[in-house]
Every structure is written in structure tokens, then in C-alpha cells.
């Protein structure tokens, strides 16, 4: 990956406050109140935190260019390429939604306020930085978002969450130097009891000796840190429950993985005595890897919320704010737009609240791939390994948030599928085919929404894409220069009219 370094001058608390004011009227503008079908809940819940893990090596902007000439344009594929290229090529399949170009000594600023305030908004508690350096361009960024929490108006706080994968030669004494930086600074994500929530990933790279040295030694400074190991293997997180305050775990990326997660996190709590934080994420494609995930539209991230609900817990881990080289992303985003950003804008209140928050305003959602897969495949394209234990699925799914009952529609291809249903969140589901949907909601015979798919499902892709996009009825669809083919964007006119 090629970046950016944030290179901007020193700034002061005044500079600090207009930024900060600069990013959320550009939020409030983005994201009113209108553009959510229900309450979204931005106040502080003692016994309840969500925190999304982020890449400081995929930020809004690199350098602060027109999205037709900045970095990211350069990342995505141009479809030239074959399958075994893209493999070894690219890491990211879409990009976040750019903001705007702004001054050039104070861009890398803004856009940090506006991923604090753009989280924020949602009812998020923090970012989880992901620290793979503690020196470079990483830091520099990671150091932006730290000061840029602290200039909100807002709760909103950053977590470290030292990479042991990344940080290979790092020592005891690098981290306590490094975890006194974040608890000096008052946007470091501490505790009720001050205690610094510190949640390192595959810890097992080090011994336990490395994690109680650690611990005593900040003790010994008197920056007490709560130790939330995170591990991908479940098994291996036993090994640190004699240092450990807590415990998390990287989880599946397919629909089954809610309930299996809900009874591991349980059987954790219960052999343990520890709390658990739980993992939710929507998707999982990596390209750059060749490996893919089904997660059946958004099933996999509202299988997964419903878990974290359920289990109690007091704390969730959205996996990711903005990976986007494994579609991980929740982050306002070129593909898959504001959809899972407004869906866990829902959970989260619903999470927070014990019960899920009431429908202000009737909008319909939509999810789908751009284009058909083979279901007997386990090999996608040239190179990409299907994954877990879901084949691949070709599904459209309409999501409903409806004062009211009333009637889902999809339209396609002159074929017509409905369904009845209630109020609050309803779902339905069509075999995909290649063409353009045309999604309403219905009462008394008549239409309600009528929303057409701003993307259509290619009959002959180019190459093969597992990434599942969206769109909403509340916002308007984000259209910019495409560089990927088989993603066509709707005729203007369709997309203002709401017309099919």
C-alpha cells in the first residue's frame, strides 16, 4: 500500500476548536437527522461500549486530491486486469467517501475530525487504533485522531490496540513508553476507574512473562492499564486469563457466526469470570489475499449484532471502521455507501438501550453483489478461496424500517416479488439476477418509496467481485468516477425522480 504522511504544522487549541467545528457542520450536513429512519443514540451509556478497530493506514484522503486523481483511484482496479492480477495487485475494492479538498495545512486534520465526528454521530464510543508503528506516518495519524477526539465536543475516545503481528521487535519497555502517551493525553480511552483500556492483538506472539511485566510496570507508574487480549483462535485466549481484564476474539465473517459466537463468548464468561467484548463485522473479501467470506448481504452483521445483544456483554468490537483491504468497513464508503454505518447506527442504540429504538420515519435499504456466482464453486474466479462453512449466495435483499405495517416490494427484469409485513425491521430476499432492481414499499395500493438500485447487476462481468454494496431511500446515492466495470451507476434522472 502506498501512503501519505500527514505533514502539517504544529497546531494550536484555537486551530484545534475550528476544526473540530469545520467537521461537524460537515457531519450535520451529511448526516441529519432525516437521513435516519430511527432515534440515533449519542449519549454516553456507563455499562455499554462500542468501539470500531481503525486502520491508520487507510484514512479518508492520502493527500488530499480530487477523488479522480488522488491515491485511492491509483488502488482500485481498472479492470483491465485479470483475476491472478488482482490477487497480487490490489488490497481495496472501494474507497472511503471523500470529503472535499480543504486547506492544504490543515486537511489531514479535518478529515480526522470528521472520522471522530462521522463515528461519533453513529453512537460510537471510540476507535480501537490499530498501532502497527510507533514512529512514521501510522503514528503521525494515529496522534491526529487522538487530538482530534480531544477538540470534539463529544465523549468519543481512542483505544490502542498494539499490533503484535506488526510491532515484531517492540518491547516491553516500547509499549510503556508508548501507552503513557495515551494515558497522558485526555482523548486516551480510559476507564470508569482510570484504568487505560489497552487490547493487544495476537498476543500470543509474546509470552505471558512480556504481559505481566507489562502490567506491573505500568502499575508501577502509576497508569494502571485494563489488558483485553485479542486473539483469531478462541483456544488460545485461556493462556492469558491469569493477566487479563477482559477478553475478545476476532470472530467469523458468516451468517452462522452469531450464535456460535454468543455461546463462545458465554462459555468464556462462565470458565473465566471475565467479561467479553464482542466481535461484529459485515463482510469479509480480500482480494490481495484471494479469500472470501459469505456473508449473505447484511446477514452476517445483523446475526452478529443480535448476538452481542443477547450475550450481555459490556462491550462491542465493530471489526472494522475502515480495513479496506478485507471489506471490513463500516465507514461511509464508495460501494457499500452509508448502509452499514446507518445499521449500526440502530444496533448500537439497541444495544445501548436494551431495546431497539422506535421508526421515526418509514426508508427502505438494499444490498446485492453487481454480479452472479456459481454456488458450487469454493474456487471464485482464479484465485479466490471461499471460506467458512457458507456456500456462495446470490441474493437481493430489501431491508424495511417501517412505521407502519405494510408491503416490501422488488421489481426486476418485469418479475414482481412481495411480501407482507409488520412494522420496525423487516427483511426480504430474492434470488439475484443480472439486471437493475426497483425496490417500493406499498400501502393500500399505492406506493409509499419507490427506490431504485443506483447500481445494476452486471450480466458479463469483467472480473469477479464479492464486495456486497447498497443503497438507502433517506440519502442520495454517492455517484463518483468509477474506475471498476460492471458497476454502472443509474441515469441521473432515475436516481432524483425515484422512479423505476
Not at 480543504?102 to 475530525?113: C, D, L, T, Y
Not at 467469523?252 to 470458565?271: D, F, K, M, N, W
Not at 473465566?272 to 461484529?280: N, S
Request: charged share 20%; proline share 8%.
Amino acid at each position: 500500500m502506498v501512503r501519505s504522511a500527514p505533514t502539517e504544522p504544529t497546531l494550536t487549541a484555537e486551530d484545534w476548536r475550528q476544526i473540530a467545528i469545520t467537521a461537524q457542520s460537515f457531519v450535520k450536513r451529511e448526516s441529519p437527522k432525516g437521513n435516519f429512519p430511527f432515534i440515533v443514540d449519542q449519549s454516553g451509556h456507563k455499562d455499554r461500549t462500542v468501539l470500531a478497530d481503525y486502520m491508520p493506514s487507510l484514512p479518508i484522503s492520502f493527500d488530499n486530491k480530487p477523488p479522480t486523481d488522488d491515491r485511492y483511484s491509483g488502488l482500485l482496479p481498472t479492470g483491465a486486469e485479470q483475476d491472478s492480477e488482482l490477487v497480487q495487485r490490489f488490497g481495496v475494492w472501494q474507497r472511503p467517501l471523500p470529503t472535499q479538498l480543504w486547506p492544504q495545512n490543515r486537511a489531514f486534520a479535518i478529515n480526522a475530525a470528521i472520522e471522530v465526528t462521522r463515528a461519533a454521530r453513529i453512537g460510537l464510543d471510540g476507535f480501537l487504533v490499530d498501532l502497527i508503528a510507533t514512529k512514521g506516518q501510522h503514528w503521525e495519524w494515529t496522534m491526529l485522531l487522538l487530538d482530534a477526539a480531544a477538540a470534539s465536543s463529544s465523549n468519543f475516545r481512542i483505544a490502542v490496540e498494539p499490533d503484535m503481528n506488526a510491532l515484531t521487535d517492540a518491547t516491553v519497555s516500547d509499549l510503556v513508553t508508548t501507552l503513557d502517551i495515551f494515558y497522558r493525553h485526555p482523548a486516551g480511552f480510559r476507564l470508569d476507574d482510570g484504568r487505560l483500556l489497552v487490547v493487544p492483538f495476537k498476543p500470543d506472539n509474546r509470552p505471558l512473562s512480556f504481559w505481566r511485566e507489562l502490567k506491573a510496570r505500568m502499575d508501577a507508574r502509576g497508569q494502571p492499564i485494563a489488558l483485553v487480549p485479542e486473539t483469531l483462535a478462541i483456544a488460545q485466549l485461556t493462556t492469558f486469563v491469569p493477566v487479563a481484564d477482559g477478553l475478545t476474539f476476532w470472530g467469523e465473517r458468516t451468517p452462522s457466526s452469531g450464535p456460535s459466537q454468543l455461546a463462545e463468548a458465554r462459555h468464556l464468561t462462565r470458565v473465566t469470570g471475565l467479561p467479553v467484548m464482542m466481535p461484529v463485522a459485515p463482510q469479509d473479501f480480500r482480494p490481495k489475499s484471494g479469500l472470501l467470506w459469505e456473508a449473505r448481504n447484511s446477514e452476517t452483521f445483523r446475526s452478529q449484532w443480535s448476538a452481542a445483544i443477547e450475550s450481555e456483554a459490556p462491550w462491542v468490537h465493530v471489526i472494522t471502521w475502515n480495513d479496506y483491504s478485507e471489506a471490513t468497513e463500516i465507514a461511509p464508503s464508495s460501494t457499500t455507501q452509508f448502509i452499514f454505518y446507518d445499521l449500526a447506527a440502530y444496533y448500537i442504540f439497541w444495544f445501548k438501550n436494551g431495546q431497539p429504538p422506535d421508526i421515526k420515519r418509514d426508508a427502505l435499504f438494499y444490498t446485492f453483489r453487481s454480479q452472479i456466482f456459481d454456488p458450487t464453486e469454493t474456487t471464485i474466479g482464479q484465485k479466490y478461496q471461499l471460506r467458512g462453512s457458507t456456500p456462495i449466495s446470490n441474493n437481493i435483499e430489501l431491508i424495511g424500517f417501517l412505521e407502519e405495517p405494510g408491503i416490501l416490494q422488488i421489481e426486476l427484469n418485469g418479475k414482481v416479488w412481495r411480501q407482507s409485513v409488520g412494522a420496525g425491521l423487516q427483511i426480504l430476499t430474492i434470488p439475484a439476477q443480472a439486471g437493475r432492481p426497483c425496490f417500493r414499499l406499498l400501502r393500500a395500493g399505492k406506493s409509499v418509496i419507490t427506490l431504485p438500485a443506483a447500481v445494476e447487476i452486471a450480466d458479463k462481468p469483467v472480473f469477479k467481485d464479492g464486495l456486497y454494496g447498497g443503497g438507502s431511500s433517506l440519502r442520495p446515492y454517492v455517484s463518483m468516477v468509477s474506475r471498476r466495470p460492471g458497476r454502472p451507476l443509474a441515469p441521473a434522472q432515475n436516481l432524483a425522480t425515484g422512479q423505476c
